[in-house]
Nanobody, 121 residues
Framework: QVQLVESGGGLVQAGGSLRLSCAAS????????MGWYRQAPGKQRELVAT???????NYADSVKGRFTISRDNAKNTVYLQMNSLKPEDTAVYYC???????????????WGQGTLVTVSS
């Protein structure tokens, strides 16, 4: 089994910043791509940002220049630094990881439980 534990959500005023963290643990051989997705009330889940093990990144157009994704491979942890937050960034943010499990090298895609980010105007 592999688990993702997220932290760092909360309430912030527009223009403020938050940093989300997500740590993977369990029977892990390696963690490949990691990412953050979000789901606002009444909307579908959407990609926010992804990062490969080699630290290549991809961002949604709506967050480019404001959000930064990073990772610590030694800790199997991914971060999302969110600056210049807007009310439309309000959503539940979910961590995602594509993992190779130990000891059988089986692929497993895992989701975190979600952390709520609320941006007030």
């Amino acid at each position: 089994q592999v688990q993702l534990v997220e932290s760092g959500g909360g309430l912030v005023q527009a223009g403020g910043s938050l940093r989300l963290s997500c740590a993977a643990s369990g029977s892990i051989f390696s963690v490949n791509d990691m990412g953050w997705y979000r789901q606002a009330p009444g909307k579908q889940r959407e990609l926010v940002a992804t990062i490969t093990r080699g630290r290549s990144t991809n961002y949604a157009d709506s967050v480019k220049g404001r959000f930064t994704i990073s990772r610590d491979n030694a800790k199997n942890t991914v971060y999302l630094q969110m600056n210049s937050l807007k009310p439309e960034d309000t959503a539940v943010y979910y961590c995602n990881a594509k993992t190779i499990m130990a000891p059988d090298y089986r692929f497993l895609e895992v989701w975190g439980q979600g952390t709520l980010v609320t941006v007030s105007s």
